[in-house]
């Protein structure tokens, strides 16, 4: 079974920046999948894809965070990033990473919080 670890996350002010890793592995075997995603979700809300990023390095971004976030992937150490720009509060999320499309098991997240 896939386990997908992210970390980077913690509290920022308006305008920060924070980067944000995963990592996938399997029976403690680090993995590559081509095709990942970056996902949030805030309470009560449904959780929303961020970034995606394929296994040649194509990327798409929702309209609300293009040009303040960029998806990357290290092919040496199988690490997928998140650069998350001029944060807002409503970037205020738990993230997560997965397959793109994503499997039915999910990770911890990292909790991002962007604070006045």
């Known amino acids: 079974q896939v386990q997908l670890v992210e970390s980077g996350g913690g509290l920022v002010q308006p305008g920060g920046s924070l980067r944000l890793s995963c990592v996938a592995s399997?029976?403690?075997?680090?993995?590559?999948?081509?095709?990942m995603g970056w996902f949030r979700q805030t309470p009560g809300k449904e959780r929303e894809l961020v970034a995606t990023?394929?296994?040649?390095?194509?990327?798409t971004y929702a309209d609300s965070v293009k040009g303040r976030f960029t998806v990357s992937r290290d092919d040496v150490e199988w690490i997928i990033t998140l650069q998350m720009n001029h944060l807002m509060p409503d970037d205020t999320a738990v993230y997560y990473c997965?397959?793109?499309?994503?499997?039915?098991?999910w990770g911890q997240g990292t909790q991002v919080t962007v604070f006045s």
């Open positions: 997965n397959r793109y499309p994503p499997l039915p098991t």
């Open positions: 990023i394929s296994g040649i390095g194509t990327t």
């Open positions: 399997e029976s403690g075997i680090k993995i590559r999948i081509a095709n």
